[in-house]
């Protein structure tokens, strides 16, 4: 399976010639969702759902998402499927499980929006904006490193409440280059720790996620 990191919290996932594409929010280029065949959406905030965008795509493309979001989905051409917490699909040929239920808290008087983070093909683990540690072992983990409901602490206890052989950043779109340098180097600490493979990949860099 071939992940590439895209703007923001953005990857697609690539393997036997069929493409899923998680989050391709407000952050994230364009030609993230060319090529696509399913798209997973975790929550509504635009930098993980740009609906106007979606608008665009062919009738044979498929979306799953939670309730809230396919609210704003309605009269697309591509078919809306709703998941959550505890449902198991299959997704242009990736098996795809779903765990969590709710945003991050931002802050307490802010009531959290729906969010559902998605496991694909029992390997890689998307959370969305949320630190769900799902009910099964994770390979790759794709972790957010930054936002305005997080602080790095928070990263660093989620890597290792999860405990991946391997974690790459999401969620680090809004960082200037001396941010992204931070981010590096908690990766790099929290890899030495637990004797992982921690990075951030740029994006449109890819990596390959063997057998």
Known sequence: ??????????????????????????LTEESALEGADAILITHE????????RLGGLASGVRIWTCAAVAAQLEGLSAKVN??????????????????????AKVWPEMPPVQNIGFLIDGEVFHPGD??????????TLLTPTGGPWMKAAEMLDYLKAVNPRRAFS??????????????DGLLDL???????DFRRLKPGESYVIEG
């Open 82 to 103: 709703i998941v959550g917490e505890g449902d198991s699909f299959t997704a242009a040929g990736f098996e795809v499980g779903v765990a969590g239920r709710e945003h």
């Open 130 to 139: 949320s630190f769900t540690v799902p009910g099964a072992p994770v390979g």
């Open 170 to 183: 999401i969620h680090d779109g809004l960082y200037n280059d001396v941010g992204l340098g931070l981010v």
């Open 1 to 26: 399976m071939k992940l590439t990191k895209h703007g923001h919290a953005c990857v697609r996932l690539e393997k036997d010639g069929a493409t899923l594409v998680i989050d391709p929010g407000g």
């Open 45 to 52: 905030h635009f930098d993980h759902l740009e609906v106007k």
């Open 190 to 196: 929290s890899a030495k720790q637990q004797g992982g």
